[in-house]
């Protein structure tokens, strides 16, 4: 077996998830067995991989030099790697690969994973509409479509995709030796904000949401300020704002928080929400894609509809401490029930073997149901 990764971007999610799966194949296959094809300014962002498996090529946008940079990179190494697997990541990648190879017979499977699907944000109807038809058309030209949550299941089944074609292989990520307490010396409930200052994240609603609270909520900020409502109110003592952190940093801010907040208006998955459990703490998030399947309600945080600063700032001000501190605990306990890497590698493990039958992978079955 030997499996081509093909990403358009290695950033967020994508390269979090990229992190995750290529240690455990290098370990499976070595070195020799996988490769990974990614923009040259994001190889970087690629953690506990080898080299050796890397193959880049020059992205600065998303203009159609930078595809045909692409096409060029994935025919360059389909020729010369050789592979049995192709997994491509993102819909930008998906449509490129299988518009060079899906409608034609090749000595290798396209498996795709959109990581959240185009049509599925808050955008412009017609813009929706027309990723749908992308999708529906091009979901024939790949043998399987990956999806990491049960909404972007559900999502792809309405646009008209085939049951059959798709597989539900929820998200995971690695268990970590509990992170040391960051300093944060405040009485008020300390409340973390992981990710990027923009609309789809929702950060304008958290500072609309804690503005009634100054005495009784403090936040924190890893990510990065942009021009608007973040920059604009930068200066309330209420917020701290610490800019990007490394992953371990990241993991010692949630030990030092009550309460992580995900107000996000659309999320494939929210790995945030994901990691705050990991670290056994409390989240609070927007009732949206699969958020609602991370968090459950009552018992390992809170879902509040997005867009409303009044039930947000509600929700994280009627908890008390000993209440997030449980929910924390059962968060965690949640995580390690389902949402682990290693799982998510066992049933990668499985669906590629069940297209390389040279393979010889135990793992449970791919479509283990996931009950919330």
């Known amino acids: ?186 009485s008020r409930l300390k409340v973390l904000f992981v990710g990027r200052l923009d609309h789809q994240k929702g950060f304008d609603t958290l500072l609309d949401a804690i503005e009634p609270f100054a005495k009784e909520i403090a936040v924190r900020v890893v990510g990065k300020a942009i021009a608007g409502p973040a920059s604009a109110r930068r200066g309330r003592s209420q917020v701290e704002y610490l800019g990007w952190r490394s992953l371990f940093e990241v993991a010692s801010e949630i030990a030092a928080a009550d309460v992580v907040a995900v107000p996000s208006r659309w999320e494939g998955f929210g790995l945030v929400a994901l990691e705050a459990m990991r670290g056994g703490c409390a989240v609070v998030a927007s009732d949206v894609g699969g958020l609602r399947e991370i968090v459950v309600d009552g018992e390992t945080g809170r879902l509040v509809p997005p867009d409303y600063p009044e039930r947000l700032g509600h929700a994280l001000s009627s908890g008390t401490r000993e209440q997030w501190k449980a929910m924390g605990r059962a968060g965690r306990e949640r995580y390690l029930a389902l949402f682990t890497a290693a799982r998510l590698n066992r049933q990668l493990a499985q669906l590629y073997a069940e297209y390389d039958r040279t393979a010889s992978i135990a793992a449970p079955d791919v479509h283990e149901a996931v009950h919330a």
């Open 1 to 186: 077996m030997k499996i081509l990764h093909i990403a358009e971007s290695a950033k967020g999610g994508v390269g979090t998830y990229l992190s995750e799966i290529l240690p455990f194949q290098q370990n499976m296959l070595g070195v020799d067995g996988v490769r990974i094809i990614v923009p040259d300014n994001h190889a970087s962002h690629l953690s506990g991989v080898d080299r050796h498996m890397v193959h880049s090529w020059r992205r600065r946008d998303r203009s159609l030099g930078a595809l045909l940079r692409l096409a060029f990179a994935v025919r360059t190494e389909v020729r010369r790697f050789r592979p049995s697997i192709i997994h491509v990541h993102s819909s930008f990648a998906g449509a490129v690969v299988r518009l060079m190879y899906g409608w034609r017979k090749m000595p290798f499977v396209i498996l795709y994973c959109p990581h959240g699907w185009g049509f599925d944000r808050r955008t412009s109807a017609l813009k929706n509409r027309v990723a749908a038809l992308i999708e529906r058309t091009l979901a024939e030209w790949c043998a399987r479509i990956i999806v990491i949550s049960e909404h972007e299941r559900q999502a792809g089944l309405a646009i008209g995709i085939p049951e059959g074609k798709l597989v539900l292989i929820l998200n995971g990520i690695t268990d970590i030796v509990p992170a040391r307490p960051s300093r944060w010396d405040d």
